[in-house]
């Protein structure tokens, strides 16, 4: 079992930034993706970004240039640094740990994004 706990999520003006955080622990295989998915009100959960253990990133168009995903050395905590903010950027952000063989999603870390 892997277990995943978000942080970071908040209230921020469009133009703005917050940084999240995503703890892994538990059960860690070497070889893993670790991304971040987001899913706003009546919508459904969307990809944006992803980073593999082997240093690959992958961004959604959506946030190419205003998002950074990073990892620790430990490979164990994940970020996504947000900047330029839209309101359509609020949703509930979710950290997700993918092996071959299983994935594990946190609980989720509100981001809205409001004058």
């Known amino acids: 079992q892997v277990q995943l706990v978000e942080s970071g999520g908040g209230l921020v003006q469009p133009g703005g930034s917050l940084r999240l955080s995503c703890a892994a622990s538990g059960s860690i295989f070497n070889i893993n993706t670790m991304g971040w998915y987001r899913q706003a009100p009546g919508k459904e959960r969307e990809f944006v970004a992803s980073?593999?253990?082997?240093?690959?990133?992958t961004y959604a168009d959506s946030v190419k240039g205003r998002f950074t995903i990073s990892r620790d050395n430990a490979k164990t905590t994940m970020y996504l640094q947000m900047n330029g903010l839209k309101p359509e950027d609020t949703a509930v952000y979710y950290c997700?740990?993918?092996?071959?063989?299983?994935?594990?999603w946190g609980q989720g870390t509100q981001v809205t994004v409001s004058s």
């Open positions: 997700r740990y993918a092996t071959y063989a299983n994935v594990y």
């Open positions: 980073s593999s253990s082997a240093g690959t990133t």
